[in-house]
């Protein structure tokens, strides 16, 4: 697998910035507050004028969000994000369905495009994002 541009280790989890607006989130067990907050200023600084984003999720040893790192994503949402596309590798049928429903509400609320999909590795979804965003035109 190619090596990324930029990693970030927060807490126990890694986050990889790839270029092309992608980033690859491997999370180990919980995120608080704190940890949410250091993962969205590293987004937002490499990601300052949004139009498409490509967020993979390594999800195996994902565990819950407090209620406060909730918050502090929620309140870092780009309302100028278009396209997004999540990509979510290793989730159990019961995480999948849980995201679905979040985004159909989601889906409601927001006029962002939002695709999900789920893969086997992260390989695979580095491809997927890859060629998707060669074909939406993002440099």
């Known amino acids: 697998m190619e090596k990324p541009v930029e990693e970030l280790r927060f807490g126990k989890h890694v986050l990889q910035y790839f270029g092309q607006k992608i980033f690859v989130i491997a999370y180990d067990g ?12 590293f987004i937002n600084a490499r990601d300052k004028d949004p ?11 994902m565990g819950k969000f407090t209620p406060e790192a909730r918050k502090v994503i929620g309140s870092s949402n780009n309302q100028s994000l278009k396209d ?3 990509c979510m590798v290793n989730a159990s ?13 989601a889906r409601l609320t927001s006029s962002t495009n939002t695709h999900m999909k789920s893969f086997n590795n992260v390989e695979d979804a580095l ?6 965003a060669k074909e939406k035109g993002v440099a």
């Open 51 to 61: 139009v498409v984003g490509f967020y993979v999720t390594e999800m195996s040893k």
């Open 127 to 132: 491809n997927y994002c890859r060629a998707t």
């Open 84 to 86: 997004l596309y999540l």
């Open 93 to 105: 049928v019961v995480t999948r369905a849980a995201l679905m429903l979040v985004l159909t509400a």
């Open 30 to 41: 919980d995120v608080n507050e704190a940890e949410a907050k250091t993962l969205m200023d």
